[in-house]
């Protein structure tokens, strides 16, 4: 090699690699529990799509660091003596990614699209609290008749069928605006990298499947001036293990789940990066209505009944998760603890003696088994929970085919009730019983995983949205969840413990108990 190209290729290496810091991408790599579904942020449903569109656009309201309900594209709000009319102040001066401005007419036009039918929002129903909202989704009023309105370019109204002091944190989460002009120009194709337009912290970059989603700071964000990354790289891994290789090779600055069997290990070993904080979430295990062998509530309540979750908490989790018997978890504020299942008290023998006589009434057990297909993420930690179950339910004549599949794959097997039992999570959006109550509801849609449809049960959550007295509108939630106890369309695992890695070059990040954490807040410092 002769000097002067040795001499170029020295000035090249060092043109591209030794970017001096002014220069260099300032970026964190978090990882995600799987591949997006999609980037629409109204036909989101799980939590990796939810965490890109926070990060992507913003509604009326958002979250601070702390995921505190604050104000986002809106600057202020009054709510009217009755609490059904909440109207809102926008900011001023608001645009679209790509220049164009925001007015209070988008927030109409949006909120239309997320009821309209033809749209197929799977969450709508969380918001049918608003006027109308729940004919519109319906099909049985026009979307003209949603119950939102424009008074000028910066003042949006939204009118409710009842008080619902949880209005704002649900804004935060189902209420986001889209892009009318790139809808109606691109059609379903309005999410691709070359058409995505938004108005959150960050805007879309790249999406490599399998790889990674990079977003990029957006300059006509509102607050664009306190947000410190140039860059977040959302990263789809599964598997815990892998997660944790990668963090320990930095690969990644945060990671979001880890194998139970190390947590003792890496709290010695990495101390305050590991960040284990009890969250407003619970796991379960849905049954399939659907499917005739499962229609019974006795055999639900027997499979049930068969699960020593305090087993599982113990030998399996190992983060300190709590056995759940109920739906609603602990920390929602001022809710009364009486819906859990009436078998959480009593012992290990008690339960199985009596789920063996149960399925004995079925005619079910070991010399007349019963098959089911059990469908769970191709991750370490719900497979383990999968095999004890499958393993706890096989002394009273069940056998169990457990179907693993990818995230994606999997959520999709769930929304085409493609399972008899299958592994379902749930984390709180608001800090409110019928954030989780829902689950069950039968006009639900999508999030009812079960097929689940009780009048009864229909019928408190009706009553409780009528009711003004906060005390008597728990006491109807709480009957609500006692009588879906007795069913156990759904049986509550645990109720979540959040798990996660965070290295020390990541500022900003603040444990909350719904384990939010959007990048606009998060900046990355020098470490030794």
């Given at each position: 090699m002769t000097r002067g190209l040795a001499w170029w290729l020295a000035a090249w290496a060092c043109l591209v690699g030794c970017l001096p810091p002014a220069l260099a991408e300032t970026a964190i790599r978090r990882s995600s529990t799987g591949e997006p579904q999609?980037?629409?942020?109204?036909?989101?449903?799980?939590?990796?799509?939810?965490?890109?569109?926070?990060?992507?656009?913003?509604?009326?309201?958002?979250?601070?660091?702390?995921?505190?309900?604050?104000?986002?594209?809106?600057?202020?709000?009054?709510?009217?003596?009755?609490?059904?009319?909440?109207?809102?102040?926008?900011?001023?001066?608001?645009?679209?990614s790509d220049g164009r401005p925001i007015d209070s007419a988008d927030f109409v036009w949006s909120l239309?699209?997320?009821?309209?039918?033809?749209?197929?929002?799977?969450?709508?129903?969380?918001?049918?609290?608003?006027?109308?909202?729940?004919?519109?989704?319906?099909?049985?009023?026009?979307?003209?008749?949603?119950?939102?309105?424009a008074d000028g370019p910066r003042t949006l109204v939204i009118e409710l069928e009842h008080p619902a002091p949880y209005l704002l944190d649900l804004l935060v989460h189902r209420a986001f605006p889209v892009p009318r002009h790139v809808l109606e120009k691109w059609g379903n194709e309005w999410t691709r990298a070359e058409h995505i337009v938004s108005n959150g912290a960050f805007v879309l970059g790249e999406w490599r499947p399998g790889s990674h989603v990079k977003l990029l700071r957006n300059p006509r964000f509102h607050a664009a001036g306190s947000v410190?990354?140039?860059?977040?790289?959302?990263?789809?891994?599964?598997?815990?293990?892998?997660?944790?290789?990668?963090?320990?090779?930095?690969?990644?600055?945060?990671?979001?789940?880890?194998?139970?069997?190390?947590?003792?290990?890496l709290r010695r070993e990495l101390g305050g990066q590991l960040r284990l904080v009890q969250a407003m979430g619970v796991e379960y295990l849905a049954f399939n209505l659907r499917r005739p062998a499962l229609a019974d509530p006795r055999l639900r309540r027997a499979l049930s009944m068969a699960i020593d979750r305090e087993l599982l908490s113990q030998r399996i989790l190992r983060a300190g998760e709590p056995p759940a018997y109920c739906m609603v978890p602990p920390g929602v504020p001022d809710y009364p603890r009486s819906g859990c299942a009436d078998f959480g008290a009593w012992p290990a023998s008690r339960r199985m003696a009596e789920a063996?006589?149960?399925?004995?009434?079925?005619?079910?057990?070991?010399?007349?088994?019963?098959?089911?297909?059990?469908?769970?993420?191709?991750?370490?930690?719900?497979?383990?929970?999968?095999?004890?179950?499958?393993?706890?339910?096989?002394?009273?004549?069940?056998?169990?085919?457990?179907?693993?599949?990818?995230?994606?794959?999997?959520?999709?097997?769930?929304?085409?009730?493609?399972?008899?039992?299958?592994?379902?999570?749930?984390?709180a959006e608001d800090r409110d019983a019928?954030?989780?109550?829902?689950?069950?509801?039968?006009?639900?849609?999508?999030?009812?995983?079960?097929?689940?449809?009780?009048?009864?049960?229909?019928?408190?959550?009706?009553?409780?949205?009528?009711?003004?007295?906060?005390?008597?509108?728990?006491?109807?939630?709480?009957?609500?969840?006692?009588?879906?106890?007795?069913?156990?369309?759904?049986?509550?695992?645990?109720?979540?413990?959040?798990?996660?890695?965070?290295?020390?070059?990541?500022?900003?990040?603040?444990?909350?108990?719904?384990?939010?954490?959007?990048?606009?807040?998060?900046?990355?410092?020098?470490?030794?």
């Open positions: 999609t980037l629409d942020p109204q036909r989101w449903t799980y939590g990796q799509d939810g965490n890109l569109a926070q990060d992507l656009f913003q509604g009326l309201t958002t979250l601070d660091s702390a995921a505190r309900p604050v104000p986002g594209q809106a600057e202020s709000w009054t709510i009217s003596p009755d609490g059904r009319t909440y109207t809102f102040r926008l900011r001023s001066a608001l645009q679209w239309r699209r997320l009821f309209d039918p033809g749209t197929a929002a799977p969450a709508a129903s969380l918001l049918y609290v608003i006027r109308n909202a729940k004919d519109v989704n319906a099909g049985r009023k026009p979307v003209a008749q949603l119950g939102v309105r410190a990354l140039d860059a977040v790289y959302h990263v789809p891994v599964e598997d815990p293990k892998s997660a944790l290789l990668r963090y320990r090779t930095g690969e990644l600055d945060v990671a979001v789940s880890i194998p139970s069997e190390q947590i003792e290990t063996r006589r149960l399925l004995a009434e079925l005619g079910v057990g070991p010399q007349r088994p019963l098959q089911l297909r059990f469908r769970v993420n191709n991750a370490d930690l719900p497979r383990r929970v999968a095999l004890a179950v499958a393993a706890m339910w096989q002394p009273l004549g069940v056998r169990v085919e457990v179907v693993s599949a990818d995230l994606k794959a999997h959520q999709q097997a769930l929304q085409q009730g493609d399972f008899d039992v299958a592994r379902g999570a749930w984390i019928l954030s989780f109550l829902r689950l069950l509801d039968g006009r639900a849609g999508a999030l009812n995983l079960t097929g689940y449809r009780s009048r009864a049960f229909d019928a408190l959550l009706d009553e409780s949205d009528g009711l003004t007295d906060p005390g008597a509108r728990v006491r109807r939630l709480a009957a609500a969840e006692s009588l879906a106890m007795q069913e156990q369309p759904l049986a509550p695992l645990y109720f979540y413990v959040s798990r996660r890695l965070v290295s020390p070059r990541v500022a900003g990040w603040v444990d909350n108990p719904r384990g939010v954490h959007l990048s606009r807040y998060l900046s990355v410092v020098a470490t030794p």
